[in-house]
């Protein structure tokens, strides 16, 4: 029993993992920018079909295409940000309705652009490694899941030292104050635009990093969507350490449930998760109330 116990506890570490980097994008723009990008999950989609054709086409392995993608999904964030979020966002008053309703469209020009592109069919990222495992006291440990969390642990780590740059302390500031930071000379503008392009770059990160281990389908980016959202929530808006908290308690929390009830409920773990912490605290565990303009 207690094999069983530790195998399911890593498990949950590693499917964790990848929800709070995932979450951690999303939790960035929402902290600096006040806005709910809805296409969040679908940018992680992109970048991972962009790999899978990396892979197919060129054999190019998935960590090493990320050298064209991150710098890739980083344009395109600043791009849409600039183009379209920005505009559309002009009234405060209004910018949370009008972010979900532009992101919510985007996400839909995704989503069926991949099935235009790749059409709907279901398919994986085969590597060389991908069944390579390992066995320790009984525990069965799958290499492409262990690089998985290596990745995730590197990334972020370099949100950690990334946060102590110039640019880092300045999305520190407009999270914690924006208007205080734009009156301290804060670039407000320029800094959202870069916060969206970090923001969309680790979404194709986590994107990739979910499809070596998942059947990848267009629909996808809405499920992980959720689950970015659910982590984001329970974690607290706009807490970083809140989101890598909540992506190891989901992660833990489908694997308990896989193995106990049945894979097919994995996915209302998330739903109910989710209504659960906004009954009994909306500002989630390491979260603080955010006072948006009404």
Same mark, same amino acid.
């Given at each position: +029993?207690?094999?069983?116990?530790?195998?399911?506890a890593?498990?949950?570490? *590693?499917?964790? $993992?990848?929800?709070?980097?995932? $979450?951690?994008?999303?939790t *960035?723009?929402?902290?600096?920018?006040?806005?709910?990008?809805?296409?969040?999950?679908?940018?992680?989609?992109?970048?991972?079909?962009?790999s899978?054709?990396?892979?197919?086409?060129?054999?190019?392995d998935?960590?090493?295409?990320?050298?064209?993608?991150?710098?890739?999904?980083?344009?395109?964030?600043?791009?849409?940000?600039?183009?379209?979020?920005? #505009?559309?966002?002009?009234? #405060?008053? *209004?910018?949370?309705?009008?972010?979900?309703?532009?992101?919510?469209?985007? =996400?839909l020009?995704?989503?069926?652009?991949?099935?235009i592109?790749?059409?709907?069919d279901?398919?994986?990222?085969? %590597?060389?490694?991908?069944?390579?495992?390992?066995?320790?006291?009984?525990?069965?440990i799958?290499?492409?899941r262990?690089?998985v969390?290596?990745?995730?642990?590197?990334?972020?780590g370099f949100?950690?030292?990334?946060?102590?740059?110039?640019v880092?302390?300045?999305?520190?500031?407009?999270?914690?104050d924006?208007?205080?930071? %734009?009156?301290?000379?804060?670039?407000?503008?320029?800094?959202?635009?870069?916060?969206?392009?970090?923001?969309?770059?680790?979404? =194709?990160?986590?994107? +990739?990093?979910?499809?070596?281990?998942?059947?990848?389908?267009?629909?996808l980016?809405?499920?992980?969507?959720?689950? =970015?959202?659910?982590? +984001? %929530?329970?974690?607290?808006?706009?807490? +970083?350490?809140?989101?890598?908290?909540?992506?190891?308690?989901?992660?833990m929390?489908?694997?308990?449930?896989s193995?106990f009830?049945? =894979?097919t409920?994995k996915?209302?773990?998330?739903?109910?998760?989710? %209504?659960?912490?906004?009954?009994?605290? #909306?500002?989630?565990?390491?979260?603080?109330?955010?006072?948006?303009?009404?």
């Amino acid at each position: +029993m207690m094999t069983t116990l530790l195998q399911l506890a890593l498990n949950g570490v *590693l499917e964790g $993992a990848v929800y709070g980097l995932l $979450a951690l994008g999303l939790t *960035l723009v929402f902290g600096v920018m006040r806005i709910m990008n809805i296409s969040h999950g679908d940018f992680g989609i992109f970048g991972a079909y962009i790999s899978y054709w990396f892979l197919v086409k060129f054999g190019v392995d998935p960590f090493i295409s990320l050298t064209i993608i991150v710098p890739l999904l980083f344009l395109l964030g600043l791009l849409v940000q600039r183009v379209l979020i920005s #505009p559309a966002i002009s009234d #405060p008053s *209004l910018q949370v309705q009008a972010s979900v309703m532009i992101t919510w469209g985007l =996400a839909l020009l995704i989503s069926n652009g991949e099935i235009i592109l790749w059409s709907p069919d279901y398919r994986s990222i085969i %590597v060389p490694y991908s069944y390579v495992s390992f066995y320790l006291s009984g525990i069965v440990i799958n290499l492409p899941r262990v690089l998985v969390l290596l990745s995730a642990v590197l990334i972020t780590g370099f949100y950690v030292l990334f946060l102590r740059t110039k640019v880092g302390k300045a999305i520190s500031a407009c999270t914690q104050d924006r208007e205080a930071a %734009v009156l301290m000379g804060v670039n407000f503008n320029k800094l959202a635009g870069i916060t969206f392009g970090i923001s969309t770059a680790t979404a =194709a990160i986590s994107g +990739m990093l979910f499809a070596l281990t998942h059947t990848l389908y267009p629909a996808l980016g809405f499920q992980l969507n959720l689950k =970015a959202l659910t982590v +984001m %929530v329970f974690g607290g808006i706009g807490s +970083m350490s809140g989101a890598l908290i909540g992506g190891l308690v989901l992660g833990m929390a489908e694997s308990i449930v896989s193995f106990f009830i049945g =894979a097919t409920y994995k996915d209302l773990v998330s739903f109910l998760l989710l %209504v659960a912490i906004l009954l009994t605290k #909306p500002t989630g565990i390491r979260g603080k109330e955010f006072f948006l303009p009404r």
